[in-house]
């Protein structure tokens, strides 16, 4: 292994093996310094560069060479140089910047979080609502969509789309030959396999994970519930195509869905099969490992494990309390 | 009269044909480059010429070679960016049309310079004429023995491929060009790695635009230093302008860079004067992404000289109160023209032709669009100019490639030097569907600066 180089990310310096992304680098030191990525899929190759939220600004190029970037660079695919020095949140630029990126991401998305199975695990929810942007300026119609189906079991409704990429990816990666792609250009730009045409492929459910918004959606799994009255549990199991590592959601004793286990940033951990994904939603399928651990700010633990820990937002609010309360008596009758 | 190097024997009869053009002295480049130089020569020739990339950028193109890295082993490739479709311009296929062996010498003589054994010409798919005169071109100079294996007994091979595009914006951006060219899907690719390193099928790749690598044949005839000796400072040798809008006589023209812009537009040896005796409004120097000039500022600088046909001359004051050489495509706007409208324009144009990769060109774009629709049809408000400002700041040096920016300066530059105008539209919605705003001060000569 070479030498570790080091890198400074808002005054916080790291050592980090040579050719790793600011990104990465970030993710190692961890915590409020970590720029969003929307397009970025650590496991996808060629992923990221698109989406512009994870924009940084590099003061200080290298120790040889230490000008600073002239421009505002994509923090997934731009490598560390040693001595570099990166501000993140500490620069008003890279932060207006971001501000305008969610603002342009947000203007043709539909803003259905009510009816939208993703909403509560969705990255451009959480983004949105961390940049502040609660009223937009857009006065236009935005760009709609037919849903398509792509296959029996995936429902894709482009009108939520981000054009991230990151589902073409994993075609890529798990298929010689892709069916899906990007017809058409600009923001008519979308994501269709010719004439709905399934992406048959063991381990096309993964598209569902990777989508950071709500466009591709389980089907087995749509309108059947709200993330956060599901409770997430560790399990595997033994299976011939996939290592079976897999989160399930439980609402009761039923298991709602099952979806690959997913990291601190929002990836998943391990691509899983078709078979774990779609078909096996039976306790008795599975060997129950544990609860997930859900990081307290997540709206997905506001309801379990309530009167222990409720999240913060619901120790202050009376009315919070109250349909915490009541959403938990009817949870647990079962 | 200004010397001219490309366009000098333009109006011989048949000089799109390998014998005339040969008898007007062409392909004399070819023999001397490949029989008495060495490629460095070559290249070091062109480094002295000064001469500098005809596509917008004006990055050196001698610079650009000696960048090309050269691995032992590996292909190395010359792709001739013939994707012209800048709104504005359209010098390259003026000379392919009618010179087109002016650029194979070019290509073959660079091709030789970089080492390359395969190049290819990337033209753009509407220009499908042009693309049938390359190819007739490239047989007669393969039956003369100037394409082809151990060229003029030299030993060096070349192929040529003329490979037509899909027609759109985006694939004159190199990098989305190289993707085209491999059969993908046009999207700009993420830099660095630069195509000197890594380019057409990951193989070293330089790509020039058509003029620059025309120029390369005069730089070897007459040699860099003589060709550096035309032109002004840093802008060396002689450029093709697209002369359009509401001029005399719009057209290509040959000149030598540092000519004054109001000789351009005035003097009979080019645009003639505003057509119809009307006034001059607003000039766009460089083709439709660089920063538009209200007519004051397109003459003078704000320090009072004469601004010329130069590539810093051009954008001196910066975005403040200059604008950019560009590719060369001058539109001049008369007084009976709206901006607002031609701002919508270009903004409709850029929307259409955003590929779709990062967010804030493919939503910025067509927001900016539909703003400036709704301004130019009456519904405006008072708050659509600041919006449109900001917008255009946040799509500006934000995306992968030069679009962003491209649909950025139009849009800011016209809102910053005709806020007058777009006022004007809102606080008169019914006149501004019905007629102009005209003139207005946008000829005044412009305030002295007081000494400081």
């Not at chain 2, 001196?316 to 901006?339: H, N, P, V």
Request: charged share 25%; glycine share 10%.
């Amino acid at each position: 292994m070479a030498d570790k180089i080091k890198v400074t990310i808002d005054g916080i310096p790291i050592e980090v093996d040579p050719g790793t992304s600011i990104l990465n680098a970030a993710r190692q030191i961890g915590g409020d310094i970590v720029p969003p990525a929307m397009c970025y899929y650590s496991k996808l190759e060629g992923s990221g560069g698109k989406c512009r939220t994870c924009l940084v600004k590099v003061s200080k190029g290298s120790e040889k060479d230490p000008r600073p970037m002239p421009k505002l660079i994509a923090s997934c695919r731009t490598n560390v140089m040693d001595g570099m020095e990166v501000q993140n949140i500490t620069s008003p630029e890279v932060v207006e910047a971001r501000k305008g990126v969610v603002e342009m991401l947000l203007i043709n998305h539909p803003l259905d979080c009510p009816i939208c199975d993703q909403a509560g695990e969705c990255h451009l929810q959480d983004l949105a609502y961390e940049h502040g942007a609660e009223a937009t300026r857009y006065e236009f119609d935005r760009r709609t969509f037919e849903k398509i189906d792509i296959g029996d079991k995936i429902q894709l409704h482009m009108t939520r789309c981000i054009l991230c990429y990151r589902c073409v990816y994993v075609a890529d990666q798990i298929t010689e030959n892709r069916v899906h792609g990007i017809l058409g250009r600009g923001d008519h730009a979308e994501i269709s396999t010719y004439i709905q045409k399934a992406v048959d492929n063991d381990f096309s459910g993964n598209v569902i994970d990777v989508c950071p918004v709500g466009a591709l959606t389980d089907k087995t799994f749509r309108f059947k519930n709200r993330v956060w009255f599901t409770k997430p549990v560790e399990a595997h199991r033994d299976c011939p195509t996939c290592s079976g590592k897999v989160t399930l959601w439980y609402k009761g004793e039923e298991v709602l869905r099952v979806t690959a286990r997913k990291d601190e940033f929002g990836e998943a951990e391990e691509f899983i099969c078709n078979t774990c994904r779609f078909d096996k939603k039976a306790t008795n399928d599975w060997v129950i490992e544990g609860p997930r651990k859900v990081s307290r700010q997540s709206v997905i633990n506001s309801n379990h494990y309530e009167e222990l820990q409720p999240a913060a937002v619901v120790k202050t609010n009376l009315t919070l309390q109250a349909a915490n309360k009541e959403e938990f008596e009817r949870a647990t009758k079962l | 009269m200004g010397r001219k190097l490309l366009l000098e024997h333009i109006n011989v009869p048949g000089i799109n044909t390998l014998k005339v053009y040969r008898e007007k002295g062409g392909y004399k480049a070819v023999e001397k480059a490949i029989k008495t130089m060495s490629t460095d020569d070559v290249v070091e020739e062109v480094k002295k010429s000064g001469l500098r990339g005809r596509g917008g950028a004006g990055f050196p193109t001698g610079m650009k070679w000696s960048f090309l890295a050269k691995p032992e082993g590996v292909a190395r490739y010359l792709v001739c960016n013939a994707d012209e479709s800048e709104p504005g311009t359209f010098k390259d296929r003026y000379l392919m049309t009618h010179i087109p062996h002016a650029l194979i010498e070019g290509m073959i003589v660079a091709s030789y310079a970089l080492g390359a054994n395969t190049s290819y010409i990337y033209v753009r798919g509407e220009m499908m004429p042009q693309i049938r005169i390359l190819e007739k071109a490239i047989e007669e100079a393969k039956a003369a023995g100037f394409l082809g294996q151990n060229i003029l007994g030299s030993g060096y091979d070349l192929e040529l491929y003329v490979q037509p595009g899909g027609g759109a914006y985006i694939c004159g951006e190199e990098t989305a060009l190289l993707e085209s060219l491999e059969g993908k899907r046009g999207n700009p690719r993420i830099k660095p790695p630069f195509p000197a390193i890594a380019g057409l099928y990951g193989c070293p790749t330089v790509v020039n635009n058509v003029e620059s690598i025309a120029a390369v044949v005069p730089i070897i005839n007459d040699g860099g230093e003589e060709y550096a000796k035309i032109g002004i400072g840093r802008s060396t040798g002689t450029k093709l302008i697209s002369a359009s809008g509401n001029i005399n006589k719009p057209g290509v023209y040959e000149i030598e860079l540092g000519v004054t812009v109001e000789d351009f537009i005035y003097s009979d040896e080019y645009c003639g004067g505003i057509a119809n005796g009307k006034k001059l409004k607003a000039v766009v120097a460089g083709g439709s992404s660089v920063p538009i000039l209200p007519a004051n500022l397109i003459l003078n600088t704000v320090n009072g000289e004469k601004r010329l046909m130069s590539y810093e001359s051009l954008s001196d004051g910066g975005f403040e109160t200059g604008s950019m050489l560009g590719s060369g495509g001058f539109i001049a706007y008369d007084e009976d023209q709206c901006i607002v409208r031609n701002t919508w324009n270009f903004a409709r144009f850029y929307h259409h032709e955003s590929c779709g990769q990062c967010s804030p060109c493919r939503e910025g774009t067509g927001w900016m669009e539909k703003v400036l629709h709704r301004l130019e049809y009456g519904h405006g408000k008072m708050s659509d100019m600041d919006l449109l400002v900001d917008v255009a700041k946040k799509i500006e040096g934000n995306t992968i490639c030069p679009l962003g920016d491209a649909a950025a300066w139009p849009v800011a530059s016209a809102i910053r030097h005709f806020r007058d105008e777009f006022d004007w539209h809102v606080s008169n919605p019914q006149l501004a569907v019905e007629q102009n705003y005209g003139l207005a001060h946008y000829a005044d000569p412009l305030p002295v600066l007081a000494e400081v």
